[in-house]
């Protein structure tokens, strides 16, 4: 069976997307305090999955071994910020996890997804949605358009690393000119004037 008859056809599945540190969580803080609709995050499903005892967290500890265990933790969790800084820093890495990781993230979103068949719009946040190829569970996509040097800024005083290594986790993503054309609506965050509000309001 295919992924669309896997999921409610006439559901409104709507996909936000952008680059890291673009206004993703702003935007969806926003949705879910002004719009009654189901939300599911990827980043969410992506922690429940690395939980300890699953099955991923096996592999994840198999492949990278015990360092990634937070050591300020009595549960022996995944330290999520340090994997990501090695998997940042290590091409390989990156794609074994991503190979691992985004069809569970999938499988888990349309279980999800069915599980609201009643909502006629729920909201579906992927940071890599084009990058692991989610638009076939979406019936629409909106992209967050935002000034690189604005996600530099955030990236900087969100993760607290260098402007060169904010730089290199930018240029790791699909550039927003190259995701435009796959996208339905824009949702400008590019300054402090919060043009998206008005083009959320409009739309749902």
Known sequence: MGIPQKLINNQRRIGLTGGIASGKSTITDYIRTHKNIPILDADHLSRELIEPKTLVYKKILDYFGNQIIDKYSSENIIDRKLLKKIIFQNKKDREWIEKLMHPLIKDKMIEECNQYKENEIILLVIPLLFEAKFEDICTEIWLIKC???????????????????????????????????FSNVILDNSDHHNLWIDTIKRII
């Open 147 to 181: 000034k690189e040097e604005n996600q530099i800024k955030r990236l900087i005083k969100r993760d607290k690393i260098s402007v060169k290594e904010a730089s290199k986790i930018i240029n790791l993503q699909l550039k927003f000119e190259e995701k435009i054309n």
